[in-house]
């Protein structure tokens, strides 16, 4: 089995399963962060520790850093948080068609309630643009929130160029870095964004944990949505887990020695892939290449059956689009938005390569690949080349 | 090496359960909502878990919904039943943890009407008035904790649950605390929705559940992703998940044995504290978790007496460690009717499986030195 989903997941590298391990069967490492003794500083040490760690991957300060059980709740926490402490009724949202299910259904979950919302759609290349963006806001615009990178193309959105633009404006700025964090460069010191959600397991770090950057200065506020006990600075309750953070902080600090290294490898054996695969006529790659994050290759196939080419593939582990959706088995949204109908947004894969993908695999996968989308269109009626 | 007296507020692991989880950590790495093989190896360690955490609790395995701990099941519970369940008051014991009171109060600042339930001297409701207090008009969800994570003391869930079945109202035990000490039957106690967490169990932190019985209607906190039937969206915490399984197991098996250990060193605490002058057990006449001792010894402040049994290698905890540090004396003591500056020296002693009677009598020992070598505040 090659497996090409590390954009769904990825694994626990060694080095961050030892970190995690220390906080699982040492005598001393179980404590409760919040417990006032021996055991429980002990633990709220390793917390705070991995806080900096994360922090600097995201060249922000570690009090600005707000642990989450995932990105999942890191998004809910910054929209709703920011939305519920402003507490602006006919609040104005702009946001996308591309982003996360967990953006779009907070969003779609709150319009229901009253919130208005624009949702911009991507250019022919998978982008959102500036422009697009500053021209929908209105006045009652509370929050902009939009990903860095999308977990089914890879397409780069330019926030980078936004952030001090929605800045001037007074407008929060909210952007899901889940796909970014250990793929691009982030510096919050210099980027005005507001709030930032990450996980772990997209990082070779654990399941489970995630964050959300809160900016200090100026602060973000937010209201808590998970209550009891006051944990985080009162934004996020809950027993702080150990072992996951501890996880997290390695994975971060690895990702942030690891950053050029990474990047270099992943466009080497994305580019090496999009060659070999290329030699199958009527093959469209999904998004703008020139603003691609290195680790994904989305490509839509004509003339054949998404489920039958998966079907075929029983040695990749790979994807038709973001693993939340593929449960539910519809054509992906994010290449619906870009223009593609159905039935080739439902013949498209998602390759995301890693950091101990080789390039033998990547011939090995393009092979396979190549070989079955032939004999699926040789098999087809509707195939005339 | 310290002696640990604080099991309410975290366990260590069970290395067995460590060993369950430790494949999940390295090996099958799938999203469990990815269709290919890997993905597929994560989605049957996930529902083995389900299975086994529903055996524990006496549910449907379907009733399980994965959290990432205590206090998200708690919130998922009183705020998602708020969200859809239409008018009527949301009432909570007073004695409730934080993640319940707190969430509860979050509710009242969105509109809802919401009360506390008076609980009497020992902590337990004030049947009387909880009567009259269903009575004065609708409920939608009345809170109530199976076993109060300070005092220990255990509640009378089925009176309560026919009570509040009468009434038109749901009822959610958070049972945070009791799973894994006594028994916990979900449908036995009457509870419509039920709160579980993995780290009070020798399971890992980061992992709870909510158990609700399908007719309960409710709306997640968390939204994105089909996840727990779009019931909380986010990538499953395979390894976690697969923990708090390996550790509900054992828990079901070993509950008599372990409950048995805990009691007996709780009981000789309790005899050498009787000996003690100026100690007062809270709870002391009503039912209690086997493992929890909460006390005051006159004239001491908590916190400091904490300290300073830190330095001397006793972990204990002044109350709930969610509120540690905050310097207010518990709301649980408050609520039952403890004056101030007596709930200001409160100690809760909670053991464990890894605590001998030399730990109990060096515990001892080290607050009978204390007691007779500060002066009382």
Redesign the interface.
Known sequence: MIYLDHAATTPVDPRVRDAMLRWLDDADGFGNPASDHALGRRARAAVEAARAQVAALLGAQADEIVWTSGATESNNLAIKGALEFRAAPGAHVISSRIEHKSVVDTLRHLEAAGLRVSWLGPDAGGRITAEQVLSALRPETAIVSLMWVNNETGVINPVVELAPRLRERGVLFHVDAVQAAGKLPIDLAAVPIDLLSVSAHKCYGPKGIGALFVRKRPRARLAPQLHGGGHEQGMRSGTLATHQIAGMGAAFALAAQRLEDDARHGVALRERLWERLRVLPRIHRNGDAAHAAPHLLNVSFEGIEGESLRALLPGLALSSGSACSSATREPSYVLRALGRDDELAGASLRFSPGRATTPAQIDAAAAQVVEVVQALRALSPRWDA | ??V?L?HN?????D?RV?DA?LPY??GP???A???????RAARDAVERAREQVARLVGCPSGAVTWT?????A??LALKGVAAVGGPGRVLYGATE???????A??LRGQGRAVESVRVDAQGCVDWTAFETQLAAGPVLLVALMHANNETGVIQDIPRAATMVQAAGAWLHVDAVQSAGKIAVDFAALGADLMSL?G?KLYG????GALVHRSAVDLAP???????ERGLR????????IVGFGAAADLAREELDARAAHTRALRDRLEAALGALPGVRIFGAGVERLPNTLQFALAGFEG?AL??Q??RK??????G???????GEPSHVLLGMGIAREVAAGAIRVSLGQGNREADIDGFVAALRSLAMVTTPA
Request: glycine share 16%; aromatic share 6%; proline share 6%.
């Open positions: 090496m310290a640990y604080d507020a975290t366990t260590p692991l290395p460590l989880m950590l390295t790495y799938g999203n909502s990815s269709l290919h093989r890997f993905g990432s701990g205590g206090t998200e708690n919130n943890h934080p993640a319940v009171l707190e969430a109060e979050a967490s780290h890992p932190k980061g992992i906190l968390h939204h994105g992703g089909p996840q969206g986010g990538t499953e915490n395979v390894a976690a916190e904490l300290m049994l830190d290698g006793y972990g204990v905890s002044s709930s460690a969610c509120a540690s540090g905050k």
